[in-house]
């Protein structure tokens, strides 16, 4: 009998050790890993350099509390606000505790309630965070949800405009829905939300804790358009598995956030945010940037050109290194599949097989998983060459 609440349905993987792009299971299996932890391991398993500051780090002290001033803690905000082009961060455990902390620092600086989401996001667990998520399913059980949560299409302009008016304190997006279905926004709808805005007074909140820390080919994915945010999220590939979140706002939000208003016992642990420094150090570097791009490319050209003529794929879309492949029937059997052919993959949805490799994947790893994504939906009963 397990000991544990049965909230996750588990695959039949059992990890022994991980390195790279790769985790080794306790049945002596080696799993190629295009999951990288739900997109945590930006840098593949078990890093050398994150690995190296860690313990050093560990060698000092563990824990002291947010008592006292930690320069660990400002070299960390200084990293992400100068990759981000914002001023402020606040450190938090997770992404769901960040999204918490946006939306009360955008209640808080606009004296609003009102927030505008979209269908088949998702933002987290927490009763804040789970209200803000544009899918049922996560609240299915939980009895009524907190008010003045409002949730539109994605990629509807004219439906966001009908909606926006001057009680509105924040629009939260993600530039690219990872639970949803690897939906990336239009230009044209970011475009729309940020001047919608600028109009409103209201703020410009975007969910980063998937697409950031290098995963899209920027350090975030709201670079690749001509905006701004006003706040930022982040987690997951901050820490390389490390348990840390952030959020990142403009300067002009210092107000709101001053001495007693939000806090956290772990937020801003030092052993995490080595962890944060190293990682940021080696994906914010341009060269390393380029050649994520390149292979994102490259997996990309690949996929279409291997799996394109496949009748089950309907579809293969994404930014950078976060790839969705569209099918016909339900995921869950090619992923189960995938597994057999010790390959390792994600849902996004029921019908999406979602790809979050290490940054650092190697071409022949890359090609390596495109002959098992092509072996494995040529063996479920709805493909068709």
Not at 291 to 297: K, S, W
Request: with cysteine; glycine share 10%.
């Amino acid at each position: 009998m397990s000991h544990l609440f049965p909230t996750y349905g588990r695959w039949e993987v059992e990890p022994e050790s991980a390195k790279g792009s790769y985790i080794k299971a306790v049945d002596g299996k080696n799993y190629l890993d295009f999951t990288s932890g739900i997109g945590v391991c930006n840098l593949g398993h078990c890093h050398p350099e994150v690995e190296d500051a860690v313990l050093k780090q560990m060698k000092k002290y563990w824990h002291v509390s947010n008592l006292f001033p930690q320069s660990i803690q400002e070299q960390a905000a200084k990293q992400l606000a100068v990759a981000s082009g914002l001023d402020l961060v606040f450190f938090a455990n997770s992404g769901a505790e960040a999204n918490e902390a946006a939306i009360k620092l955008a209640r808080k600086t606009t004296n609003r309630s009102k927030i505008i989401s979209f269908t088949n996001s998702f933002h987290g667990r927490t009763f804040g965070s789970m209200a803000a998520t544009g899918q049922d399913k996560i609240k299915q059980g939980f009895g009524p949800m907190l008010e003045t949560f409002v949730h539109l299409p994605f990629n509807d302009s004219a439906a966001l405009l009908a909606e926006i008016d001057d009680q509105t304190a924040a629009i939260v997006l993600e530039i690219v829905q990872g639970e949803g279905g690897i939906n990336v926004v239009e230009a044209e709808f970011i475009a729309t939300i940020k001047k919608a805005c600028e109009e409103k007074g209201a703020l410009l909140i975007v969910d980063e804790i998937q697409t950031g820390i290098g995963r899209t080919g920027k350090p975030f994915a709201f670079q690749h358009y001509p905006i701004v945010p006003d706040i930022i999220t982040v987690a997951k590939g901050l820490g390389s598995g490390f348990p840390i979140g952030a959020v990142v706002g403009s300067g002009k939000l210092k107000d709101a956030f001053g001495p007693g208003s939000h806090g956290s016992t772990f937020g801003g642990n030092p052993v995490a945010l080595s962890a944060a420094l190293a990682t940021m150090k080696i994906v914010f570097s341009e060269t390393f940037l380029n050649e994520a791009v390149n292979t994102g490319q490259y997996l990309f050209t690949q996929l279409e050109a291997k799996l394109g003529h496949l009748e089950i794929v309907k579809d293969i879309r994404g930014l950078g290194l976060m790839i969705g492949i569209e099918i016909s029937g339900q995921v869950a059997e090619v992923l189960g599949e995938l597994r057999l052919n010790e390959f390792l993959a994600l849902p996004a949805g029921k019908n999406v097989i979602r790809l979050l490799p290490p940054l650092n994947v190697e071409k022949n790893e890359v090609d390596k998983a495109v002959e098992l994504l092509l072996k494995s939906l040529s063996n479920v009963p709805s493909a068709a060459v």
